[in-house]
């Protein structure tokens, strides 16, 4: 049989991934061991046959560990076997929890399902999945992200000390692994760029859509980076730092990740579908990750987005329980340490749409009356009315307030006298579960423009005056009827009074006023005070002079 050769640039590129994928293992292998406690009636070539993957090596553990005589080994002593001759089995991952869309070459994916070495994930937008191995560690795999379990396995008759590679394609995963006493346990996540090994961390990794840049954060513990550049050094990343590895080059040096943002301003219950945390700025930051999820190790992630300003924002979560986690993003893409703050989302029933009186609305009437939509949900409605902003206290509260229908109006039992106030609504599903109150509204309530003083009369000229406030301007009309349908006099006035010349025409006439703020609101006119005007009789004086003389 002929074997055909693969083109000179596929073996170049395959001898040094090949190269790449085992400098970070090898070079781990040749210091890792794990330790066996000897019992009564060990021996060199039993526990050979029982650990080595070929018998014949028991003349290495034997020289490792200076032991005389193979055949007799002291109860108590303690056996350092290279991990590198050990036989290993296969282990399996188990999905723990699921989000969103995810695909895998297992077929579906539901939590409790059990994974086998050689599965490959991929996770769509807000797809999420977390992984716990045999001994515990978790590893969530992000949104928008491409990864095999490469290797699951664990070492024979060991106890189950495992060996585990993440192959990270592209996007990002976090892992928690568990600490654990001696040596002998491995995990890496290797990218195209770069293999990450730890013993007892949690750190994250990603690597983006290109495969020419990877990075490592580190949260706990220590991660040794190695690059796919020819003759890899090995970095030690410790907590709080981070590296960037490009490809061809050497892992970037350690960068200190950025402080965790502040959360302790962000609020605790969330009354709004569309939820908002705002936080303050953290120096050096180009941009901020966000995340939601159902616990606070966010192995269960719900949600997850970038955000150029500090401020993140989620929706399409149900009422609950939850967990805001924040982090700053550096120039470099690095990622910071992690803020947590938990939080409550109670934004349904929804609160109804308000209508009238409409949101820092000037009016002015005797009665108020508030109207708003009818909700789908409620079954009745809470309705609160107060003179400061924070309802404490509130000059009206009621509940089981029901409307007809989205026409109908309410109008409380308190007496609403003229000033500043504000009102909300809250909607009450028919068992009593009540929702958030909605956005306060404000108004301010005008009091009736107070009747004329009594006209004065100075022969043929009148006066008229009445109160107002300063700014004020004022319409001021004078009619032949009391509809002020025929117009004697209409006038623009900058002060509260005016003078005019009696009409030629005897007869009673009607007079009126209103007041125009100097933010434009227009307060109804006042009622109307009349005048008579007396008929002219001198003319009956010159038809009784001929008589007179």
Not at 23 to 46: M, N, P, R, V, W
Not at 146 to 168: E, M, W
Not at 424 to 453: E, H
Request: net charge positive.
């Amino acid at each position: 049989m002929v074997t055909k050769k693969l083109p000179t640039i596929f073996r170049s590129a395959l001898i040094v991934v090949c190269a790449f994928a085992s400098a970070l293992s090898s070079a781990q292998q040749a210091t890792e061991y794990f330790t066996h406690t000897a019992k009564l009636g060990d021996t060199l070539i039993g526990l050979a046959n029982r650990y080595l993957i070929d018998a014949k090596n028991w003349q290495s553990i034997q020289n490792q560990n200076k032991i005389p005589d193979p055949l007799r080994i002291k109860p108590g002593a303690e056996i350092r076997i290279p991990i590198r001759l050990m036989r290993s089995e296969p282990a399996t991952a188990k999905v723990i929890a699921v989000q969103g869309p995810v695909e895998t070459t297992a077929g579906a994916l539901e939590k409790g399902a059990v994974l086998n070495e050689g599965t490959a994930i991929k996770t769509g937008e807000n797809g999420f999945v977390t992984l716990q191995l045999a001994d515990g560690s978790t590893i969530v795999v992000q949104s928008k992200s491409q990864v095999k379990l490469d290797v699951a396995r664990v070492l024979a008759n060991t106890g189950g000390v495992p060996s585990t590679t993440i192959a990270l394609k592209s996007g990002r995963v976090e892992s928690s692994v568990e600490k654990r006493k001696g040596q002998g346990a491995r995990f890496e996540v290797s990218t195209p760029t770069s293999n990450m090994g730890v013993r007892g961390t949690r750190f994250r990794v990603s690597a983006d859509e290109s495969g020419k840049v990877s990075r490592g954060e580190v949260l706990e513990g220590v991660v040794a980076v190695a690059s796919a550049a020819p003759a890899p050094k090995l970095l030690d990343l410790g907590a709080g730092f981070g590296s960037v590895v490009e490809a061809g080059k050497a892992a970037s040096a350690p960068v200190a990740l950025l402080a965790a943002p502040d959360l302790s301003a962000t609020p605790t219950l969330q009354e709004r579908i569309a939820l908002r945390f705002k936080f303050a700025d953290v120096a050096g930051a180009i941009g901020y990750r966000g995340q939601v999820a159902t616990d606070s190790a966010f192995s269960n992630l719900l949600a997850d987005d970038v955000f150029k300003t500090a401020e993140a924002k989620f929706s399409n979560l149900d009422d609950g329980q939850y967990f805001f986690r924040a982090r700053a993003i550096d120039k470099s893409a690095l990622e910071g340490s992690d803020a947590v703050r938990a939080f409550k989302l109670k934004a349904r029933p929804e609160p109804p749409f308000t209508s009238e009186p409409k949101n820092k609305n000037k009016l002015a009437a005797e009665k108020v009356e508030f109207k708003w939509a009818n909700s789908v949900e409620a079954g009745s409605y809470r309705f609160q009315l107060a003179s400061n902003a924070d309802f404490s206290p509130s000059i009206s509260d009621e509940r089981g307030v029901v409307l007809s229908n989205s026409g109908s109006a309410f109008s409380p039992s308190a007496a609403i006298k003229p000033g500043d106030y504000f009102w909300r609504v809250a909607s009450v599903r028919p068992d009593g579960d009540v929702g958030p109150f909605g956005d306060t509204q404000s108004f301010t309530l005008k009091a009736l423009p107070q009747a004329p003083n009594p006209p004065k009369e100075e022969g043929n000229r009148v006066g008229f005056s009445w109160s107002g406030e300063p700014n004020q301007i004022f319409d001021f009309q004078l009619a032949s009827d009391a509809e002020f349908k025929t117009i004697v006099q209409d006038k623009k006035l900058t002060q509260p009074e005016i003078t005019i010349e009696k009409p030629a025409d005897a007869g009673t006439y009607y007079m009126r006023y209103r007041s125009i703020d100097a933010d434009g609101f227009i307060g109804p006119y006042s009622s109307a005070q009349t005048i008579e005007v007396k008929a002219n009789r001198w003319w009956l004086l010159l038809l009784l002079v001929p008589f007179l003389l």
